[in-house]
């Protein structure tokens, strides 16, 4: 197994190179390119992604970087985490192909949200070749998270759609707020697992297709700008906002789904290395799929 993802790295790491080495990235062609069409200001957005820039994107992944752990450590410390038996019996929920899907998901973000930071705060590590190596790790990361994340989104989009416990869910905010177990209405997926997937998917496309966007800009290439009518600047501008603001949205509820996974149910993780659940975990924290699980006689 290691021996395989070892060489599917190298091989995204070489592909990548190629690519590299035969583009117009890294000669005069980046600033002709740019400049180039004669349409530029037709969206009027550069005031706006100036202000923005200057004022607001760095300043808003810093409250998040600090404040979304902030919250979750008073909450640890006041409410503190959800310990479930270990000792009963096994409730298998996620397929080796889930799995897989999975962690390589995981394993991209751990790539590209680290890189993200120090690209934000590029200045603050010095610049230079630190900055512009985990540039391009970042776009290799998201090579790895573009090839799972539609199996992602088709794999799990059936158990994802807005139900009547996800209403009781919201009002209860999952139980989460109480030291006491108690059974919270939710199905195989809660409201909140729904709206981190639904944000990971379609914003995690969104993402890609931004950052592909900004990265291809250097290309002179002209069916995108046929395609979206845009001058390459205005592109430019719609896609360095867009990734910053759904960027903000995706870091913020990645952080959640860590802190919810690694600390607050203790033993979640295995769940997604080895499939199985606990059942008390899932009596409690997915009381409807439970009875249902129970019904069906498969547990
Ligand atoms: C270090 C990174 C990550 C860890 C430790 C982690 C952990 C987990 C765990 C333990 C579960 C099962 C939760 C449960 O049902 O009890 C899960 C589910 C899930 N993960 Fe992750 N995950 C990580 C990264 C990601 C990434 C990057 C994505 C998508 C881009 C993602 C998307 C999902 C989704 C959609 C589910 C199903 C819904 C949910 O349980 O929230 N995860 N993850």
């Known amino acids: 197994m290691k021996k395989y993802l070892f060489l599917f790295i190298a091989s995204l790491f070489l592909t990548s190179a190629a690519f590299a080495a035969?583009?117009?990235i890294w000669d005069a062609m980046r600033i002709q390119n740019i400049l180039e069409y004669g349409q530029d200001e037709s969206l009027k957005l550069g005031p706006l992604f100036t202000m923005l820039q200057a004022n607001y994107f760095a300043q808003a992944f810093l409250a998040v970087l600090v404040g979304v752990p902030a919250v979750f450590l008073l909450h640890y410390l006041v409410i503190g985490p959800k310990v479930f038996?270990?000792?009963g019996k096994k409730v298998y929920t996620f397929s080796i192909f889930n799995r897989i899907v999975h962690q390589i998901?995981?394993?991209s973000f751990m790539v590209l949200v680290p890189t993200g930071f120090i690209m934000i705060f590029g200045a603050n590590f010095g610049g230079g070749d630190f900055v512009?190596?985990?540039?391009?790790?970042?776009?290799?990361?998201t090579i790895s998270f573009a090839i799972v994340v539609i199996p992602m989104f088709l794999m799990w989009i059936k158990d994802m759609f807005l139900h009547l416990d996800d209403?009781?869910?919201?009002?209860?905010?999952?139980?989460?707020?109480?030291?006491?177990?108690?059974?919270?209405?939710a199905g195989k997926f809660n409201a909140g697992q729904k709206t981190w997937y639904w944000l990971a998917t379609l914003g995690g496309m969104i993402m890609?297709?931004?950052?592909?966007?900004m990265y291809f800009l250097d290309f002179n290439i002209a069916m995108?700008?046929?395609?979206?009518g845009l001058s390459q600047i205005d592109l430019l501008r719609v896609a360095a906002i867009l990734h910053a603001v759904v960027g903000l949205a995706v870091v913020a509820l990645f952080f959640?789904?860590?802190?919810?996974?690694?600390?607050?149910?203790?033993?979640?993780?295995?769940?997604?290395?080895?499939?199985?659940?606990?059942?008390?975990?899932v009596k409690y924290l997915h009381s409807s799929w439970y009875k249902k699980l129970k019904k069906d006689g498969k547990l």
């Open 167 to 185: 209403i009781k869910w919201l009002m209860i905010v999952g139980g989460y707020l109480s030291k006491t177990k108690r059974p919270v209405p």
């Open 22 to 24: 035969d583009s117009q």
């Open 224 to 228: 995108i700008n046929s395609l979206t």
């Open 132 to 141: 512009r190596m985990m540039k391009d790790l970042h776009g290799l990361a």
């Open 105 to 107: 998901a995981a394993i």
């Open 85 to 87: 038996s270990h000792d």
């Open 208 to 213: 890609i297709l931004t950052g592909a966007s």
């Open 256 to 281: 959640v789904h860590i802190y919810m996974s690694v600390f607050v149910i203790k033993g979640a993780i295995h769940s997604i290395i080895t499939g199985y659940k606990e059942e008390e975990e």
